[in-house]
């Protein structure tokens, strides 16, 4: 019986396929979406990747005209979301969150999941580490600061989140790029890092550039240098690593993906997709207040950047390990 | 000031006011039935907040949180089932009280120092809440370190009749908070290979494992047992005449309370567990308590709910939320493009006054609110305990779990209420259990990075004021509790003799 039903449904929806793209064949991809999404994110509700995923839907679900319905699988740093997803049926209808951790799973050993289990659509922000110090500190430019550390080998430190983290690994390679040893100590995240900061407790911070903003306009912060491939647009003065010439770059992604397998249209109906929120306003403006940059990055350019983010990791993780 | 009328004219206007009562309304159910958390609660509405204006946001958030936190005492005292961890100290005096037939008065003692409490606590988050942002500044990692190990040695010297039978229970919970992905270096730690296992031990369906799914297991083996539970009609004026009795107690323990709530990472079960440590050992008739002492309830409900205003102390002036409910608002605060901290105070003081106000009313309407409803809720505490086991079962195994979406946290649940159901035989403490949970991320976290620093060395420990005081402070305790045991074996053994 059930099947009947199933094979009924099955003939409707693809006679309903077939018949609009009869009648709107400029709407190439009008076959994907016919129901509802189910999203997989890796992270708890009202953190930082959960809200960047949100805002995307928002627009998202408006030029899909279907519903998205995210559910948070967390723990394991991730893993428990990634390995739901990589496991599910490749059918369109299960996305998930493809972020900047995605590639930390191999290089660290914690959890069998590749980038190559999944099928990647599209990125849609990113954003990138930044130098803090305090704003009464004797460094005017991260020259400065470089220069000091090598000068008093093991006497400054950083803050940064956890060893081997999101913080640490860009860090490490602006260390083995700027030629001094890194000092780091660990604290739970950015608002701990700046209190730390602060509080005279450590001398520098690589960390997000949003939890310090009110410290900077204050004047008791000051950034000596930012980690993304291009100057921020509120902070022009402040220069990339690359610019004073480290070569780092590192651009924490947030973008759509599902498991490996995935049917071509709903692929690229979803890279169409993203690429229309990329230029709506609102969404560029609800990604600024977060701290966060659109990121313009299709299915072939954002795999590219995961596989670059993989080997930077694994050079960096090779530094810290020593 | 006129920013704060404009804040009152938001907060009293009839959508926002309803809302509010609502919002409290929906805290004190969620708290008191068992397995419901105020952090479950505020996490599955923060999404919900998304699409409403930042003022409904916290609005709700605030008055879910307050009323939660009140709302746990009400199944703790009359089922002896802890709604929420902190209830867990409420149930040691509450439910003797309700065995006794003092359950009403237990109930009214309890609203009163909640709401008290809740206001003593928005007194200071009002008005320091800029001034004690500057303390925590000096709060480095080996200062918190030193903190979490003293209010583990508490735990664990005070929680038990025997403070080798505290290590134990600590021990085990400091195991299995190890557990999972090493927090520092990202590492698999006794995982096995496990994928699910790099979860590590989740605290929150853990504790309500431990306190409600072993509650459960207990309440199985005895079925047949009635009346344990009586009507509570009446006795709710009592309260009011028993205040110049209890206000010392109360001023006390929302002072205490305040002050956890204000420090990170400590929430409120050790507010409510150190103020009833201290209002039984201040007390003229310690052998009173667990045996239905009205102070102890007192103690632990103005306290929990002091820490609500206090744990919004750090989570507006610097953006460190105070416990797991005020991380969830921070959550939102996010979310509605806010950055807490001086900005906050600067560029929205309209939504801080609010914030505020929702406090202060919400702590407020617990009073009504939580008398005339209690003796609803109360009702289902006559529901017969064949139809209750299987209820409170269900609710305590799913509730905790249901928001992580993975079956692993519903074998959590279960497990540990097994361990908790044969600990509790053998008279081990489960309280440091649930206390390691939470505070041993803190102190490995704190201590490790305190070895990262250039001046790393045992001189660390000993030359920061803040951080000897508490280490000082932690022996102690711990010798007050070795102290004490010795001197309850020999009263013992007199008795014997």
Redesign the interface.
Same mark, same amino acid.
């Given at each position: 019986m059930s099947i009947k039903i199933n094979r009924r449904e099955l003939m409707l929806t693809s006679a309903g396929a077939a018949l609009s793209s009869l009648l709107f064949p400029g709407a190439a991809f009008a076959a994907y979406p016919t129901r509802n999404i189910n999203w997989i994110l890796m992270w %708890?509700?009202?953190?930082?990747a959960? /809200?960047a995923t949100?805002i995307f839907l928002k627009y998202a679900e408006k030029m899909l005209g279907k519903k998205v319905i995210?559910?948070?699988? +967390?723990? !394991?740093?991730g #893993?428990?979301g990634y /390995? #739901?997803a990589k496991s599910a049926k490749p059918d369109g209808y299960t996305l998930v969150t493809i972020q900047g951790d995605l590639p930390k799973f191999e290089p =660290?050993a914690? #959890?069998?999941i590749k980038i190559d289990d999944f099928d990647i659509a599209a990125a849609f922000a990113f954003q990138s580490p930044v130098v803090v110090v305090r704003a009464d500190a004797p460094w005017k430019s991260l020259e400065d600061f470089v220069k000091d550390m090598k000068d008093n080998p !093991?006497? %400054? +430190?950083i803050g940064i989140s956890?060893?081997? !983290?999101t913080y640490h690994q860009p860090t490490a390679l602006w260390a083995d790029a700027a030629g001094f040893k890194l000092?780091?100590? /660990?604290?739970?995240g950015s &608002?701990?890092q700046?209190? #730390?900061l602060?509080?005279g407790?450590v001398d520098a911070t690589v960390t997000w550039v =949003? &939890?310090n903003? &009110?410290?900077v =306009? *204050?004047g008791k912060l000051k950034f000596l240098g930012y980690m993304g491939s291009k100057r921020l647009d509120d902070y022009p003065d402040v220069p990339t690593l690359s610019e004073v010439g480290y070569d780092v770059v590192w651009e924490h992604p947030y973008g759509i993906g599902g498991p490996k397998g995935m049917p071509k249209e709903a692929l690229v109906a979803l890279e169409e997709t993203a690429k229309k929120v990329w230029e709506v306003p609102e969404f560029q403006a *609800?990604l600024d207040?977060?701290g966060l940059t659109v990121m313009r990055k299709g299915s072939a350019d954002y795999r590219a950047h995961m596989h670059k983010m993989q080997s930077d990791m694994t050079k960096a993780l090779k530094l810290i390990q020593g | 000031m006129e920013i704060a009328f404009e804040a009152l004219g938001i907060l009293l206007s009839p959508q926002h006011l309803l809302l509010l009562v609502a919002a409290v309304v929906a805290g004190l159910t969620v708290g008191a039935v068992p397995g419901m958390t105020s952090t479950m609660a505020i996490g599955l509405l923060v999404p919900l907040t998304f699409a409403t204006s930042k003022y409904v946001a916290f609005i709700l958030l605030l008055g879910i949180y307050c009323g939660a936190i009140y709302g746990g005492a009400i199944t703790a005292i009359l089922m002896n089932l802890p709604g929420t961890p902190t209830a867990a100290i409420t149930a040691i005096e509450g439910y003797p009280m309700t065995r006794k037939g003092e359950g009403g008065k237990a109930i009214g003692i309890a609203t009163l120092s909640s709401t008290l409490g809740g206001l003593v606590s928005c007194v200071f988050l009002i008005f320091l809440s800029l001034p004690l942002a500057n303390i925590a500044i000096l709060f480095g990692p080996t200062e918190y370190f030193a903190l979490g190990t003293f209010a583990l040695a508490v735990v664990m010297a005070l929680s038990g009749r025997s403070v080798l039978k505290g290590l134990v229970s600590t021990a085990l919970g400091v195991l299995f908070a190890t557990v999972g992905i090493d927090m520092i270096a990202q590492s698999p730690r006794f995982t096995f290979g496990v994928t699910e296992l790099l979860i590590g031990i989740p605290a929150v369906p853990a504790i309500i494992g431990l306190f409600c799914v072993s509650e459960a297991f207990r309440m199985a083996e005895n079925v047949t047992v009635t009346g344990a539970v009586q009507k509570t009609a009446g006795g709710f004026r009592t309260a009011y005449k028993m205040l110049p009795k209890l206000w010392v107690t109360i001023s006390k323990s929302s002072l205490i309370g305040t002050f956890i709530g204000v420090l990170p990472g400590i929430g409120a079960l050790m507010a409510s567990y150190l103020s009833y440590a201290e209002a039984k050992r201040v007390s003229k008739t310690p052998e009173q308590f667990g045996k239905g002492a009205p102070e102890g309830v007192c103690a632990s409900e103005s306290a929990n709910n002091a820490v609500t205003g206090g744990a919004l102390v750090p989570m507006l002036a610097l953006g460190i939320p105070g416990d797991t409910n005020t991380l969830m608002i921070l959550g939102a605060m996010i979310v509605h493009g806010l950055v807490p901290g001086p900005t906050l105070f600067r560029e929205e003081p309209s939504l801080v006054y609010v914030i505020f106000g929702a406090v202060v009313l919400s702590n407020l309407l617990i009073l009504p609110l939580g008398l005339s409803l209690a003796r609803h809720i109360a009702k289902f505490a006559l529901i017969d305990r064949k139809y209750l086991m299987p209820t409170v079962a269900v609710l305590a195994i799913t509730g905790a779990s249901i928001g992580y979406g993975h079956i692993y946290y519903f074998w959590i649940s279960i497990i540990f209420g097994l361990i908790g159901y044969l600990l509790q035989k053998g008279d081990f403490p489960l309280l440091p259990i649930a206390m390691a949970l939470i505070l041993e991320p803190l102190i490995e976290r704190n201590f490790r990075s305190s070895l990262m620093l250039p001046d790393a060395g045992l001189e660390m420990f000993l030359s920061r004021p803040i951080t000897l005081i508490c280490i000082v402070m932690a022996v102690l305790v711990i010798w007050f509790g070795i102290r004490r045991e010795r001197r309850l074996a020999a009263d013992v053994e007199i008795v014997r003799s």
């Amino acid at each position: 019986m059930s099947i009947k039903i199933n094979r009924r449904e099955l003939m409707l929806t693809s006679a309903g396929a077939a018949l609009s793209s009869l009648l709107f064949p400029g709407a190439a991809f009008a076959a994907y979406p016919t129901r509802n999404i189910n999203w997989i994110l890796m992270w %708890r509700a009202g953190g930082g990747a959960d /809200t960047a995923t949100r805002i995307f839907l928002k627009y998202a679900e408006k030029m899909l005209g279907k519903k998205v319905i995210v559910q948070n699988i +967390t723990g !394991g740093g991730g #893993a428990i979301g990634y /390995t #739901a997803a990589k496991s599910a049926k490749p059918d369109g209808y299960t996305l998930v969150t493809i972020q900047g951790d995605l590639p930390k799973f191999e290089p =660290k050993a914690l #959890a069998p999941i590749k980038i190559d289990d999944f099928d990647i659509a599209a990125a849609f922000a990113f954003q990138s580490p930044v130098v803090v110090v305090r704003a009464d500190a004797p460094w005017k430019s991260l020259e400065d600061f470089v220069k000091d550390m090598k000068d008093n080998p !093991g006497k %400054r +430190t950083i803050g940064i989140s956890d060893i081997g !983290g999101t913080y640490h690994q860009p860090t490490a390679l602006w260390a083995d790029a700027a030629g001094f040893k890194l000092k780091a100590v /660990t604290f739970p995240g950015s &608002p701990q890092q700046a209190v #730390a900061l602060l509080g005279g407790h450590v001398d520098a911070t690589v960390t997000w550039v =949003k &939890p310090n903003i &009110p410290y900077v =306009k *204050e004047g008791k912060l000051k950034f000596l240098g930012y980690m993304g491939s291009k100057r921020l647009d509120d902070y022009p003065d402040v220069p990339t690593l690359s610019e004073v010439g480290y070569d780092v770059v590192w651009e924490h992604p947030y973008g759509i993906g599902g498991p490996k397998g995935m049917p071509k249209e709903a692929l690229v109906a979803l890279e169409e997709t993203a690429k229309k929120v990329w230029e709506v306003p609102e969404f560029q403006a *609800e990604l600024d207040k977060l701290g966060l940059t659109v990121m313009r990055k299709g299915s072939a350019d954002y795999r590219a950047h995961m596989h670059k983010m993989q080997s930077d990791m694994t050079k960096a993780l090779k530094l810290i390990q020593g | 000031m006129e920013i704060a009328f404009e804040a009152l004219g938001i907060l009293l206007s009839p959508q926002h006011l309803l809302l509010l009562v609502a919002a409290v309304v929906a805290g004190l159910t969620v708290g008191a039935v068992p397995g419901m958390t105020s952090t479950m609660a505020i996490g599955l509405l923060v999404p919900l907040t998304f699409a409403t204006s930042k003022y409904v946001a916290f609005i709700l958030l605030l008055g879910i949180y307050c009323g939660a936190i009140y709302g746990g005492a009400i199944t703790a005292i009359l089922m002896n089932l802890p709604g929420t961890p902190t209830a867990a100290i409420t149930a040691i005096e509450g439910y003797p009280m309700t065995r006794k037939g003092e359950g009403g008065k237990a109930i009214g003692i309890a609203t009163l120092s909640s709401t008290l409490g809740g206001l003593v606590s928005c007194v200071f988050l009002i008005f320091l809440s800029l001034p004690l942002a500057n303390i925590a500044i000096l709060f480095g990692p080996t200062e918190y370190f030193a903190l979490g190990t003293f209010a583990l040695a508490v735990v664990m010297a005070l929680s038990g009749r025997s403070v080798l039978k505290g290590l134990v229970s600590t021990a085990l919970g400091v195991l299995f908070a190890t557990v999972g992905i090493d927090m520092i270096a990202q590492s698999p730690r006794f995982t096995f290979g496990v994928t699910e296992l790099l979860i590590g031990i989740p605290a929150v369906p853990a504790i309500i494992g431990l306190f409600c799914v072993s509650e459960a297991f207990r309440m199985a083996e005895n079925v047949t047992v009635t009346g344990a539970v009586q009507k509570t009609a009446g006795g709710f004026r009592t309260a009011y005449k028993m205040l110049p009795k209890l206000w010392v107690t109360i001023s006390k323990s929302s002072l205490i309370g305040t002050f956890i709530g204000v420090l990170p990472g400590i929430g409120a079960l050790m507010a409510s567990y150190l103020s009833y440590a201290e209002a039984k050992r201040v007390s003229k008739t310690p052998e009173q308590f667990g045996k239905g002492a009205p102070e102890g309830v007192c103690a632990s409900e103005s306290a929990n709910n002091a820490v609500t205003g206090g744990a919004l102390v750090p989570m507006l002036a610097l953006g460190i939320p105070g416990d797991t409910n005020t991380l969830m608002i921070l959550g939102a605060m996010i979310v509605h493009g806010l950055v807490p901290g001086p900005t906050l105070f600067r560029e929205e003081p309209s939504l801080v006054y609010v914030i505020f106000g929702a406090v202060v009313l919400s702590n407020l309407l617990i009073l009504p609110l939580g008398l005339s409803l209690a003796r609803h809720i109360a009702k289902f505490a006559l529901i017969d305990r064949k139809y209750l086991m299987p209820t409170v079962a269900v609710l305590a195994i799913t509730g905790a779990s249901i928001g992580y979406g993975h079956i692993y946290y519903f074998w959590i649940s279960i497990i540990f209420g097994l361990i908790g159901y044969l600990l509790q035989k053998g008279d081990f403490p489960l309280l440091p259990i649930a206390m390691a949970l939470i505070l041993e991320p803190l102190i490995e976290r704190n201590f490790r990075s305190s070895l990262m620093l250039p001046d790393a060395g045992l001189e660390m420990f000993l030359s920061r004021p803040i951080t000897l005081i508490c280490i000082v402070m932690a022996v102690l305790v711990i010798w007050f509790g070795i102290r004490r045991e010795r001197r309850l074996a020999a009263d013992v053994e007199i008795v014997r003799s």
